[in-house]
Structures are given as structure tokens and as C-alpha cells.
């Protein structure tokens, strides 16, 4: 053990991280094997490298419109159900959040949105995806993103409520990986005396995490080919839609997105567009207010595909990206952290968090299909519990599609 900690300090030295193991000999043994193991999970090519900013000329994309895709729907269904009945398409729910800005310490899926009765964020979303399985007479392995936070809860809360009737068999969960924090002078933060001060490492990491998981081996054994991924707080998320898995395999794309027409150029939603010949998704406050208000000649904004976060992705492409680093994004945060006596609280952001984002998986990849939906059908968003994208404009848009609470 001696020598290995010898070994570990010279790691550490190398790396300008040696001050993680200040206190290691005050500790006890189980705490000196916890502070080991969880150095031994970092992920250091997130530290190692500046993060990635893209470039090029952003220009508009032009997305198939609703009206396109009405006169097409029939070819697009026939394809679409010809590959969910092949067993070629998967559901990737990404659900690690805590429902924090609802009030609630629960994992974001297990909120009640019901006013008479019971009803679920989770359980939303499985009866969306039940009314596909159930129509075509289909299977389609539903894949459950958690957080080391909030897996066990997750976990059971599902269990407790029989899956909402989904299968058991067609469930599997995976953790997503975690990233260090450290100050804003890179040095990783401890949140105890024998603990690193982790945060979930963006939606970007769900393919590499549920590889780590050994879950894509697993699905890929059933046929799987394409994942449509999907965020747990659209609770009208439209899942496993055979129009839109016919539309982009149709395409040639090696992913699609969903997107509903801008409210107003001020919405803050991702847009679609192409970068530097590629396709990207620009995020609200990248647009500045011109490019924000172009307006095609129709009166339509050029920047007007705003994304909904319901990709479907080409397996086989995303394994030829997969050794390819992803960008990353640094941001500012207020991250409590031990100080080798006591943990400090912090009053202003003191740290960065490290994230990948799913929207640079679409500009790796070769193509992506932007696939125009109906907003009061499929975007019914819950991040507020009150006011713009809150519980009670969920609510209603749940009942204007027939759901009764």
C-alpha cells in the first residue's frame, strides 16, 4: 500500500494535483481506500485540455417543415415501424436532475404533476412511449440515464410503481459519469476530508457513460441501431415516433432533431443551423439581436428551429466519433469544498464544472435531420414551478392532449 501511495503522490505531482492527498495520512483506512478509489475515477483529459470553442461561418438551416411532413408522413411511418419492428431503434431517457427548482430534493421524475390524482413525470414519458409499443406491437429498450445523486431513488420509485406498466425485461439503468470540480486555478476541489467535490459531466456524456456501463454491447446484441434520446422534463416528448425514425434514416443523416417553430426571436431555446459547413446547434445567447431577427422572405425567422432536446442517433456513426474528444465547456459555479479543516460554503462562484453537451455530438457527426413539430403536441417543458416552462403551463398543455389530472 506504501508504495502505491508513493506512486500516486508522483501521479498526482505530475498532474499539479498533489494537494489531494494533504491530509491522506490523518485519515482512517477506510477513508484513505474511499479518497484512492474516487482520485482513480477522474476522468483527467477533461483537465488536461483547454476547452474546445467551434468555429466557422453560422449560417440557417433550413428545417422539413410540418407541411412536408404531412404529405410524407405515410413513407415515413413505413420505415419507421419497418425499424422499430426490426428492433433497430432504443429510447435513451436522460434523468439524472434533481427537482430542485420545483422544490423537491427527487429525482425530476418522480414529480407529481396530478391535481386530482397521482400522475408523474416518469410516468408521462413511459405512457407516451407505451402508446408506441403497444400500437405497432413492438419492443423498444428504454435506457435510464441517473446520477450517482439520485440513482437508488430512481431505482426504486420506478420498481414501487411496476415501471408504469412498461416491461421490466426492457429496462436497463445506467450512471452517468462524473467530472471534478476544481478553484479557477484548476486545482480539484475536495467536498470532505476524503471526498472529491464531483458533478455530473453534461448530456454529452450519456453515450460514453452507458458504454462504460456496457450497455451498448447489450442493446447492440438485440438489434438495436438508432437511439432516440430524450430529456425527462418534456413531459409531451413524443418517443420512439416512427415518423421521425423513417424520416432521418430516410434522409441519409446519421441523426435528427426534433424542433418547434420560435415563439419569438427572444425564445431561449438552441436553434439549428449549420457552422462551418456542419450542422450545430447555436445556442439563445450565442445570437446576437440581428442574426436573432433575420426573417426570411415569408416573414419566418432564419433562426427559428428551436431544439427540444429528442435526437435520434445512428449507432454505428456514433462508435466511429466515439474515440474523438468532445468538446468541453467550462462554466463558473458556486461549489462548497473542504478547506482541510472544515467545508466552506461559498457566497459567489468560486469553481468550475466541467460539462460535455449533447449538441456536439450533432456536429461530429455527418448530417442531422431538422424535424419540425407540433409545439402544443410535443413541448410541454417542466424546469419552473411557476411562470414561462413551469408545472402549470405543463399542465395545461397535459389536458389540451387529453391527459386527465
Known sequence: MKNKIEELKLFLRSKGQEHLLNGFDSL??????ELVREISTIDWTLLEEIP????????????????????????????????????????????????????SSAPKGT????????????????KNLLEVTEKYGVRVPLLIMTSEGNDGMTRRFLKEHAYFGYPEEDIYFFQQDMAPCTDLNGKILLDDKCGIAFSPNGNGGWFSSMRRAGLVETVKARGVKWFNVFSVDNVLQRIADPVFVGATALSGNDSGAKAVKKTSPEERVGVLCNRGGRPDIIEYYEL???????????????????????????????????????????????????????????ETENAYKYETLILDLIHLLNGCLPFE????????????????DSVDTARELLKKNGMEL
Open 52 to 103: 474546445l470553442e467551434r468555429s466557422g461561418e453560422v449560417t440557417p438551416i433550413a428545417p422539413m417543415t410540418l407541411k412536408e411532413i404531412k404529405l410524407r408522413s405515410a413513407e415515413f411511418e413505413k420505415e419507421g415501424v419497418r425499424l422499430l419492428r426490426e428492433g433497430s431503434v432504443a429510447a435513451v431517457m436522460l434523468a439524472g436532475g434533481q427537482g430542485t427548482r420545483l422544490g
Open 373 to 388: 413539430v407540433e409545439r402544443e403536441r410535443e413541448f410541454a417543458p417542466v424546469k419552473n414551478r411557476t411562470g414561462t
Open 28 to 33: 482512517k483506512t477506510d477513508q484513505q481506500k
Open 111 to 126: 414529480y407529481d404533476l396530478g391535481i386530482t390524482k397521482p400522475v408523474y413525470i416518469f410516468e408521462c414519458q413511459i
Open 288 to 346: 446576437d439581436e440581428r442574426m436573432a431577427n433575420l426573417r426570411d422572405q415569408e416573414g419566418e425567422l432564419l433562426y427559428g428551429s428551436g431544439v427540444i432536446l429528442n435526437y435520434l442517433f445512428r449507432l454505428s456513426a456514433l462508435e466511429e466519433i466515439a474515440s474523438q474528444k468532445i468538446p468541453v465547456h467550462r462554466a463558473k459555479k458556486k461549489v462548497p469544498y473542504f478547506d482541510g479543516e472544515k467545508v466552506i460554503t461559498p
